[in-house]
């Protein structure tokens, strides 16, 4: 039962991960080859709002069962259908015919991976034990990444091998989506694992944050989940360019960030699983905090040497390895704050919040540095990893295994 529900989450996390790029990256190229404006590309950045919104629809998930598998596994197996259906419809579009149409495809299917994405998370926090969840959280995340990949890179690389049309492309992407259908079937029940639903939909919208506000010191939570990656997103929102202005190409900084990268960031999520199963959450959430933060500074050595491209790797490497350890740490803490009652309104809520500092505050990461120069402004994202560390004395103390005990 146990290898089951590994493989289960490693394929939702696959099924995940293949839809985010359909909308992003993947869908700039297409454009970009039909000869669409870049003020009009651009603005494609809008449809992936639902991402951010999926908490408005959060609570009819919670509220309402369908009449087929579980309180979940329906939802999950639905929108799943769905979102195979807009991939390919999608695919089926002509943005230099019909931009507007295009537009509308890309938000539905963001919409469609956004549900199951909220789907997914309020699965693996009742299917999951607290002991449990890193690892989960990590195979999640490892087929997350993977689903990504295929999206991107081995499309590109299949297209251009077997000369595929975008509509061939779209469609074998919404055929991968039958992995996650596979998963859902798999997954082992949770019914009895979760509490009773709201009774009604007032209940399932206004009940979460009732409960959020009952609970002791949550304001001290809310800051935590803004402030404990303020200074990872800062320094990761301005590597790149960082990276092309000190003198290396873009595909050796591309070569570095997919093989070394991503590797170093897989291996950290593992690691970091082994060690909230080790030595608790709380004292996971203080190691990988600090650790964060002095990896930022390996990125002022390399702004104070001469081109190198050892060095370059071992940057980029230390960066990724202590993101990848911190984020099941972080997901779990996020977990432990939601009632199964509401997992899926709850959960949406708080990555919304979570992933605030990658979205808004890093948006002046750029004068930031402009006006400090590079070895300042990577002493600075160190810098202001800092509160978030004072507020673990409060939420998540050394002395306890588990922020749930608080």
């Known amino acids: ?56 629809w959060a609570p009819l998930i919670d509220r309402y069962s369908l009449p087929f598998l579980s309180r979940r596994r329906g939802w999950m197996l639905l929108s799943q259908l769905l979102l195979a259906a807009s991939i390919l419809a999608l695919g089926g579009s002509d943005p230099l015919a019909s931009i507007g149409m295009t537009a509308f495809l890309a938000i539905l299917l963001a919409f469609m991976s ?17 002991k449990q969840m890193g690892f989960g959280l990590t195979l999640y995340s490892t087929g997350y990444r993977i689903g990504m990949i295929l999206a991107s890179a081995v499309s590109f690389h299949i297209m251009t091998s077997f000369h595929l049309s975008w509509f061939e492309i779209y469609a074998l992407m919404a055929g991968a ?36 506000f ?25 590597t790149a360019p960082f990276v092309i202005q000190h003198g290396y190409t873009k595909v050796e900084y591309g070569d570095l960030v997919k093989f070394v990268g991503i590797g ?49 790797a071992i940057a980029i490497s230390a960066e990724m390895l202590t993101a990848g350890m911190a984020v099941p740490a972080f997901n779990t803490f996020i977990a432990f704050l939601t009632n199964k009652k509401f997992t899926a309104t709850q959960y949406a809520l708080l990555t919304s919040l979570g992933v605030l500092p990658r979205t808004l505050l890093s948006a002046p990461s750029g004068w930031i540095a402009l006006q400090l120069g590079w070895s300042s402004y990577f002493i600075f994202c160190a810098t202001i990893a800092i509160p978030g560390l004072l507020l673990l004395t409060r939420i998540a103390p050394w002395n306890q295994r588990h922020a749930s005990e608080h």
């Open 114 to 130: 956004a549900t199951q994405d909220l789907v997914i998370d309020a699965y693996r926090r009742e299917s999951l034990t607290e």
């Open 177 to 212: 989506i039958g992995i996650g259908m596979i998963a859902t079937f798999l997954a082992p029940e949770t019914s009895e694992m979760g509490e009773r639903p709201p009774g009604t939909l007032k209940e399932a919208t206004f009940g979460p944050f009732k409960d959020f």
């Open 264 to 312: 170093s960031t897989i291996v950290g999520g593992f690691f970091g699983s082994w060690v909230i199963m080790r030595a608790g959450l709380n004292r996971a959430l203080w190691i990988f905090g600090f650790l964060q933060a002095a990896a930022i500074l390996s990125l002022v050595w390399l702004a104070n040497i001469p081109k190198n491209n050892v060095a370059l």
């Open 1 to 56: 039962m146990k290898a089951r529900i590994w493989i289960v989450h490693f394929l939702l996390g696959l099924s995940s991960g293949i839809p985010l790029l359909l909308t992003g990256s993947t869908l700039q190229v297409w454009m970009t080859e039909f000869h669409v404006d870049l003020k009009t590309i651009g603005a494609f950045a809008l449809v992936g709002l639902p991402y951010n919104l999926k908490f408005l």
């Open 214 to 238: 009952s609970q002791k010191g949550i304001f001290y939570s809310f800051a935590f989940l803004i402030l404990y990656k303020l200074g990872d997103n800062l320094s990761s929102s301005m």
